[in-house]
């Protein structure tokens, strides 16, 4: 079983950029779906970015297309996400999460390995 650690948050003024990243540790990271969701105060867990097996397909959502890209290294069992041009929107604990049986579009419940997220924080 894959398990997940995110890194990467931290405190960002607007406009600036930030790339998270997520390691696995575990067997078969290749096999595993890879996305992105956030999670701010009092909100849903909303998918942010998916990445399929072999990082050729991706899904981003629309409140970040065009400044946010999902990728991932499998050799190096890492999956990212640099952010750019941040906005105090994008405020929340960020997520990392894999499956195996699902597509790069797809939602929270389609995923079941998660790692314990990371806080990011874009000052206005």
């Known amino acids: 079983q894959v398990q997940l650690v995110e890194s990467g948050g931290g405190l960002v003024q607007a406009g600036g950029s930030l790339r998270l990243s997520c390691a696995a540790s575990?067997?078969?990271?290749?096999?595993?779906?890879m996305a992105w969701f956030r999670q701010a105060p009092g909100k849903e867990r909303d998918l942010v970015a998916s990445?399929?097996?072999?990082?050729?397909?991706?899904y981003y959502a629309d409140s970040v297309k065009g400044r946010f890209t999902i990728s991932r290294d499998n050799a190096k069992n890492t999956v990212y996400l640099q952010m750019n041009n941040l906005k105090p929107a994008d405020t929340a604990v960020y997520y990392c999460?894999?499956?195996?049986?699902?597509?790069?579009?797809?939602?929270?419940?389609?995923?079941?390995?998660w790692g314990q997220g990371t806080q990011v924080t874009v000052l206005s």
């Open positions: 575990g067997r078969a990271f290749g096999a595993y779906v």
């Open positions: 999460a894999g499956d195996l049986n699902t597509t790069p579009r797809s939602g929270a419940s389609d995923f079941r390995t």
């Open positions: 990445i399929g097996r072999s990082g050729g397909l991706t």
